[in-house]
């Protein structure tokens, strides 16, 4: 099956689910190798979050309460074609009054600090890779912002790898700030009712999918956003999804996040790594995409110095706690039977990033640029009709550990 037809069919039933219902589907394999989708992407709050997100987007392209269509200079819905490619970034995409000296310092702090992490991440896998180079897409908004996305594909290692960063100028309904976010604080203060609220986003987004089976998918996001009444606040997260289970594989990875945490508070591994297992929940299979890490959204409850160098010390430890399970694996002798497990595993990928993830969700309502939001998807996937894994099998070790949730460290 090409890419157009399946993308098609993929879609349309994330669609259909959305709306409660799904067409259904028979033993099939997706091959989306003819052509290169650029992004990733953005987990943000817990299942929940799924709803909150449509109702945003509905409301940010809905009528104002007077009836009249709102068209501000910074809406949403910042359209399709509102994103223009240029030869090189500028040196900064956050607006020259807003940082590092302007109104707004963290907005330009963070920036330099993920831009910084995008080049010594890609650095590090196209090492570990030793075949593939990352490609370099950047593009501008003319309301300010923009963003790169780096990609490798068809690597010694990685069949696809995107880390992308992006710089978000926009606004939005009160309504839609309200819905979109979790805890219950006026976003909004000193607003007139009805006045939309000019936002800013930052972040840094990345997906890898390597070719071995037994070595796993990686995502990662981290992001800052504020609004220019004040209210800001951090999210981000990273997590790992292998086919197979190796208990000192996962000892390593949520070992290394958890030492992240306890250096910044020792309450954040536990309640960190419980949302991420939340988060990462596929309803209709009753099983998770993967076997988690850390997540978290909505995060202002201390001084945003504190926050930004636990954002920085998370995303700079993507490389220590991923590379080493890589590099010990990559040469792992594999059958096809454990390849097209693979596949079918990036086939619950696939579901839970169209149905579920926010961040796809809420890029595919309000016009973001669709390369950068769908780079998550792998370039191969598989599904096959009401497949079981045997009992007692490595497929099936690893399926009781997607339907129950364990700790790892």
Request: aromatic share 12%; charged share 25%.
């Amino acid at each position: 099956m090409n890419f157009g037809a399946a993308t098609l069919l993929v879609f349309t039933a994330a669609v259909s689910a959305a709306k409660g219902f799904a067409p259904g589907v028979g033993k099939s394999f997706v091959n989306t190798r003819s052509t290169s989708l650029e992004g990733t992407s953005s987990p943000t709050v817990e299942k929940e979050g799924f709803q909150r997100s449509l109702l945003a987007a509905q409301l940010a392209n809905s009528k104002s309460s007077n009836g009249v269509k709102a068209t501000d200079a910074n809406p949403v819905k910042i359209g399709w074609d509102s994103h223009q490619a240029v030869e090189k970034a500028p040196d900064s995409l956050v607006r020259e009054g807003d940082g590092p000296d302007g109104n707004y310092p963290m907005r330009s702090r963070f920036e330099k600090m993920i831009r910084e992490a995008q080049i010594s991440i890609t650095s590090a896998i196209e090492e570990i890779d030793g075949k593939a180079k990352f490609q370099e897409d950047s593009w501008i908004r003319a309301n300010g912002g923009g963003g790169m996305s780096r990609v490798l594909k068809d690597g010694a290692v990685w069949e696809k790898a995107g880390v992308n960063l992006s710089v978000v100028y926009g606004s939005m309904p009160q309504e839609a700030l309200a819905a979109a976010t979790e805890r219950g604080v006026d976003r909004a203060k000193g607003m007139a009712p009805g006045e939309r609220v000019p936002f800013f986003a930052c972040g840094l987004s990345c997906v890898m999918h390597p070719r071995n089976p037994h070595c796993p998918t990686m995502h990662f996001n981290y992001r800052y956003f504020e609004t220019d009444g004040g209210v800001w606040w951090f999210g981000g997260g990273t997590d790992i999804t292998p086919s197979y289970l190796n208990l000192d594989d996962m000892k390593h990875f949520h070992g290394t996040y958890k030492e992240v945490c306890d250096r910044h508070d020792p309450e954040f591994y536990p309640k960190f790594k419980a949302w991420a297992d939340r988060y990462f929940m596929i309803p209709h299979r009753n099983e998770t995409r993967g076997l988690g890490g850390i997540f978290f959204d909505d995060l202002n409850d201390r001084d945003p110095e504190l926050l930004y160098q636990f954002a920085k010390d998370a995303v700079n430890s993507v490389v220590p706690a991923y590379g080493p399970i890589c590099e010990a694996h990559k040469d792992d002798p594999f059958t096809e039977k454990e390849k097209q497990w693979q596949q079918m595993r990036r086939g619950r990928y696939v579901e839970f990033n169209l149905v579920y993830d926010r961040g796809t969700v809420f890029g595919l309502k309000t016009g973001g640029r669709i390369e950068s939001i769908l780079m998550s998807l792998p370039e191969t996937a598989r599904w096959e009709y009401n497949h079981h894994p045997e009992p007692g099998s490595p497929e099936a070790e690893i399926m009781d550990a997607f339907k129950h949730a364990r700790e790892w460290v």
